[in-house]
């Protein structure tokens, strides 16, 4: 630490010490902050915040002006290559299946698989003797729903 960092240190009311793992992150506070850690309010970092980038200026329809559409600037960072977008999506929608990812991607890059890719996969699905990974099946015949 050079003399100048100590210098900002010993200003400073709450030092923040930062990791990549949020058990190792501390504050350094005085007394009477300590007294009222309740009162003071929670504090995000910088790793938390996702800038955003206008798309367009927003369009007017029925004499209303809509928002203008934003794009997160991680988001963008990844917009060359489609393998990062799936990561992208699979680290801000950890909860979806991961069938959805791709399509997504695709979808956000432009790139939507055509008719002839998907009847392609189909039949390549067919083929092997696998089961789509995302799909329904209808079962028909007498059923009996209990709600207990």
């Known amino acids: 630490m050079n003399h100048q960092t100590m210098c900002e240190i010993k200003k400073a009311k709450n030092v923040l010490i930062t990791s990549n793992d949020p058990r190792f992150n501390y504050t350094f506070q005085p007394e009477e902050d300590i007294d009222k850690f309740n009162e003071i ?6 790793n938390r915040y996702d800038y955003c980038f206008k798309r367009d200026d927003g369009e007017v329809e ?13 988001m ?5 290559s489609l393998e990062d977008m799936e990561g992208w999506y699979a680290a801000k929608f950890p909860n979806l299946p991961e069938e959805y ?5 695709r979808y956000s890059l432009g790139q939507p698989l055509t ?4 009847k392609n996969e189909l039949k390549k699905m067919n083929k092997k003797n696998k089961e789509p990974p995302v799909g329904m099946k209808v079962a028909t015949g007498k059923f009996r729903l209990k709600f207990d």
Not at 41 to 46: A, E, K, L, N
Not at 115 to 118: L, S, V
Request: glycine letters at 4%; charged letters at 15%; hydrophobic letters at 35%.
């Open 41 to 46: 309010p929670d504090i995000i970092t910088m």
């Open 62 to 74: 029925n004499n209303f002006k809509k928002l203008p559409t934003l794009t997160p600037a991680s």
């Open 76 to 80: 963008l960072s990844c917009s060359n």
């Open 101 to 105: 990812y791709g399509i997504m991607a």
């Open 115 to 118: 008719k002839k890719q998907t």
